[in-house]
């Protein structure tokens, strides 16, 4: 595809785009947010909320958020 920029007598200039056909492949790991105590979720009406905890980042429904 080319397109025309400038269209002044006596330059013209030019770009062409060139796309490529490659497929690019993204990896992608996706879990549904549970609660790690009940492992409710917001299909059961509760919030998940992350908390730092002394065993990493864990989620925690509305319920354990305040009691862990
Ligand atoms: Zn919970």
Redesign the pocket.
């Known amino acids: 595809m080319s397109q025309l920029l400038e269209s002044k007598i006596p330059s013209r200039i030019y770009q062409d785009f060139v796309f490529t056909k490659t497929k690019i492949v993204v990896n992608t790991l996706a879990t549904e947010a549970r ?1 790690y ?2 492992s ?1 979720g917001l299909e059961d009406g ?1 919030s998940v909320t992350a908390k730092n905890t002394t065993f990493g980042k864990l989620l ?2 509305d ?2 958020y305040f009691a862990n």
Do not use: E, L, R
């Open positions: 609660c105590v009940c409710k509760h925690f429904c319920k354990h």
